[in-house]
């Protein structure tokens, strides 16, 4: 799991151009069913690249904006029941920074800076949180809390970052 | 820096232990936040 993070962490191409969401997030905004978008990928038509596993296979993040143009591209619309391809338009959060307030760029890295500091303790913070809370009323041991914890908090995490538009390779 | 000093614990495989020490003792602090409370309930009742 910890190799699967950095991974997702070192190896990514997250910038401003990728919109990484959870495949249900992703089939609700693509107007599909979850279990569709699972056979898109499962068959190809979303590419691999577009798509992110955990180290037991698990999808745990879909770039929309590659797998939503994929998908629409290798759709076949006869067997897709007539049904067009229409994609949910992205929220405003992530799609238009234009329409922000203008802020000096200076000022605006900085902040950004401090959030993307605060965004990480936040994730720490509530992933041992979370996963004492499973240990104490449920019972896991600490390690299986903490593998059924990290996935959610990852794509939470990397959705937060993105819609904040920050880099996270730095 | 992103992430920096608060995702290195989680992200190194070397300090995997520490933050299952951590977790483990978060849990405890639960359990004995938890029985406190009770026994204070049972005393106020």
Redesign the interface.
């Known amino acids: 799991m910890?190799?699967t993070?950095?991974t997702f962490?070192t190896g990514s191409q997250l910038n401003n151009q990728r919109d990484w969401i959870g495949l249900r997030e992703f089939a609700r905004r693509c107007g599909r069913a979850h279990r569709a978008a699972q056979q898109a990928i499962a068959d190809g038509r979303i590419p691999a690249s577009a798509v992110r596993h955990d180290a037991g296979g698990r999808i745990i993040a879909v770039d929309y904006h590659q797998a939503s143009a994929c998908w629409e591209q290798n759709t076949d619309q006869v067997r897709a029941n007539f049904r067009p391809f229409t994609p949910a338009p992205a929220p405003a959060r992530s799609r238009a920074p234009a329409q922000r307030a203008p802020v000096q760029t200076s000022a605006r890295d900085a902040v950004l800076?401090q959030l993307?500091?605060v965004?990480?303790?936040v994730?720490?913070?509530t992933?041992?949180?979370a996963?004492?809370?499973s240990?104490?009323r449920h019972g896991l041991r600490?390690?299986q809390?903490?593998d059924v914890h990290?996935d959610t908090l990852l794509v939470v995490?990397y959705a937060a970052?993105d819609a904040l538009q920050?880099?996270?390779n730095? | 820096m992103l992430f920096r000093d608060d995702l290195a614990a989680v992200q190194d495989p070397a300090r995997r232990d520490e933050v299952l020490e951590r977790i483990q003792a978060t849990a405890a602090q639960l359990e004995e936040d938890n029985r406190l409370a009770k026994a204070a309930g049972e005393l106020a009742a």
């Open positions: 910890f190799a993070f950095a962490a800076e993307g500091e965004l990480g303790t994730f720490c913070s992933l041992i949180a996963a004492a809370m240990v104490w600490p390690a809390a903490l990290e995490m970052a920050l880099d996270t730095r």
